[in-house]
């Protein structure tokens, strides 16, 4: 028991840089104290012990804001890194070595009874608010991007986002690692989404359609003035001024102007 208390807390320090001290980490980090009263909730789970099972869950809910369902199954060096809100079902299982950030919920699609939630491989990320709905399997190493909304598997080293998720990055051999380092440097992403590898589809669509749109007015453009060479003369089109706003485009220069007025 002690040797696992220890792998969690050293599980902690690679993985949080906020992390200063062993006392610290004991007595302020919820997603610790959700972990080890999981043990307890799911140990009288296991033995026939439903309701202190579930009770112990609930106290543990209360002091933490994170719930997990004493019938689910978590791998060693789990960690749930702040943690508010997240939600963990009853028949989810979790690997060695997963991270989950706050607000994740691995929840299932179904109400009946059977396996109806995840199956996450080992050292799995899920960044801040994601959602892993269904009985399917997220393959070791794969990284579910924040507020993604995944429904169906992830291949194992995939990056999966969006909603619902897509993959953005194809399957690649997992890299395990152990060190807070190396699990930051394989994650390639932000677990908040804030970096430019979690791109704004939305954004990516509207600057796809006005640089398509810019090229059309070119090509009109030309048609016109081919038109007047051959003694047709068209009117010229008055369009307003389209801009580009700037957050379609970090590193382009915007879109000044469509049309030929």
Known sequence: MFARIREDIRSVFERDPAARSVWEVMTCYPGLHAVWA????????RHGFLWLGRFVSHLARWLTGI???????LGRRFFIDHGLGVVIGETAEVGDDCTLYQ???LGGTSLAGGKRHPTLGNNVVVGSGAKVLGSFTVGDGARIGSNAVVVKEVPP????????ARIVQEQQKPVVSESAKSVADR?????????RDMP????????????????????????????????????AASLDKLELPDFCAEDAEPVKKVGNG
């Open 38 to 45: 999981h043990r307890i909730a799911n140990w009288f789970w």
């Open 67 to 73: 719930e997990i369902h004493p019938g689910a199954k």
């Open 103 to 105: 607000g994740v919920t």
């Open 157 to 164: 080293g995939a990056t999966a986002i969006g909603i619902p």
């Open 187 to 195: 994650l390639g992403f932000d677990a908040y989404g804030v970096t």
């Open 200 to 235: 704004d589809p939305v954004a990516n669509a509207i600057s796809a359609m006005l640089d398509h749109i810019h090229k059309l007015d070119a090509q009109l453009a030309d048609l016109h003035a081919a038109l007047n060479q051959a003694r047709l003369p068209v009117p």
